[in-house]
């Protein structure tokens, strides 16, 4: 198994990331890494970044047309052959008391 990774920039409504795991899970990727960020200029879209194990590239690129079909989705990157650092996120908000 090899990682493979994308990211989706994707209009921000109920139900997408909902649709966007349904497709790994209909054709049985093991997610590995997931993260959604909400752009602050423009609230009505978001970057979905996704890293999973895929058996082979045809599967995959398989999977980032499915992907790329879908309506709410504007644009979709394949990341396996870039440069890319790959980092743990944590974010964190301060409540006040």
Known sequence: MKKRGFTALVHNQNGVLNRLMGLLTKH???LISLA???YNEVKDISKVSV???????????Q?????NKQIDVLSITDLTDEHVIDRELL?????LT
Request: proline share 0%; hydrophobic share 50%.
């Open 51 to 61: 890293i999973v194990e895929a058996e082979d590239d045809h599967k995959f690129l």
């Open 36 to 38: 959604v960020v909400v």
């Open 63 to 67: 999977l980032v047309k499915l992907i």
């Open 28 to 30: 049985q990727y093991k």
């Open 91 to 95: 974010s964190m908000k301060k409540l």
